[in-house]
């Protein structure tokens, strides 16, 4: 069975490099530049993980989130910001992770992966 993730973010060079990234170990990736897309992608597409940017066009991370975990399907959302996204403005209780940009894109792949498998 193949693995899936979603790549959420508003920037599509990140979108296009972390899907290439992905695919080359054998991760099927859709990709979405927009919240309201994201959720559609979501629940026709059913990931094992999502990679969530937090600041995105249409709304924050956490409202992509709480619909996505409201759809009740286990699925681990890791967390992408650039910037330092402090006090009550992240609900943590919402992701299993948090990926600060810029990142390696091998560290980025191993993570991922030891997501997957928990």
Not at 47 to 54: F, K
Not at 56 to 80: F, H
Request: charge should be negative; include cysteine; aromatic fraction near 6%.
């Amino acid at each position: 069975m193949t693995n899936r993730v979603l790549v959420v973010d508003d920037n599509p060079d990140i979108c296009d490099i972390v899907s290439i990234a992905l695919k080359g170990k054998g991760i099927e990736v859709r990709t979405a530049e927009t919240g309201n897309d994201g959720i559609s992608i979501f629940l026709q597409f059913m990931p094992d993980i999502v990679l969530l940017d937090y600041k995105l066009p249409d709304m924050d991370g956490n409202d992509v989130a709480k619909k996505i975990k409201a759809t009740g399907k286990a699925t681990g959302i890791i967390r992408m910001t650039g910037e330092n996204v402090i006090g009550n403005d992240v609900d943590m209780s919402l992701y299993v992770g948090k990926l600060q940009k810029p990142f390696k894109l091998a560290e980025m792949v191993q993570y991922v992966e030891d997501h997957i498998k928990k």
